[in-house]
């Protein structure tokens, strides 16, 4: 049998945005990417998924229920017969329907894309292997941002690359935007 692929467009949510509560480095250029890759799955008529992170932490500064910055972004806006998924946790299995959805329509493999790599993008893939999913990461569509340990600030590139990095080591295939949609 044939394997079964779906896109997963992880909270591409406008608080991530210029403008927005938590912005991300590069997250305009990453939605673009996710755009094509939207576009490319809508034109086969291929399984699309929107992950959809709404706040329930009483001290949150982003992703508050009812308000603009949790809306998905305009350059990813679900259209009719796409599934939304809402979560509250990073791990977009975690306390949601995801898993069902995938089991019940015989989805073996996952394209992932999304925000914030570090965190939503990373727990969700790791997940999605630990469930036996074949997982495609396209790194450019993803965006992350400055983190700091230990009073050290780490650049979102670097972010970036280390976790991109890590998950190329079990977890998924990564490809960039060009290389998966003209199947190199």
């Known amino acids: 049998m044939e ?22 480095v590069g997250s305009l250029e ?32 982003f992703f508050i229920p009812n308000t603009k910055g949790v809306e998905i972004h305009e350059n990813v806006t679900p259209i009719d017969g796409e599934k939304i998924v809402t979560k509250n946790y990073p791990n977009s299995f975690q306390k949601t329907d995801l898993l ?4 019940t329509h015989m989805i073996s493999e996952l394209v992932i894309c999304g925000m914030m790599t570090h965190m ?4 969700t893939t790791r997940a999605a292997k630990d469930f036996d999913f074949t997982c495609t990461l396209i790194g450019d569509a993803c965006a992350t941002k400055d983190l700091e340990v230990q009073g050290k600030n780490v650049a979102a590139q670097e972010v970036q690359k280390s976790f991109i990095a890590a998950l ?3 977890y998924s295939t990564v490809k960039n935007t060009d290389e998966y949609v003209k199947g190199i």
């Open 168 to 170: 190329a080591y079990f």
């Open 30 to 61: 990453a939605s673009f990417n996710a755009k094509k890759l939207l576009e490319d799955f809508r034109k086969k008529s291929l399984p699309i998924i929107h992950i959809q992170h709404l706040s329930n932490r009483e001290d949150s500064t």
């Open 100 to 103: 069902d959805y995938l089991k």
């Open 120 to 123: 939503c993008v990373d727990s």
């Open 3 to 24: 394997n079964k692929k779906a896109l997963l467009i992880i909270d591409i949510q406008n608080d991530y945005f210029e403008g927005g509560a938590n912005p991300l």
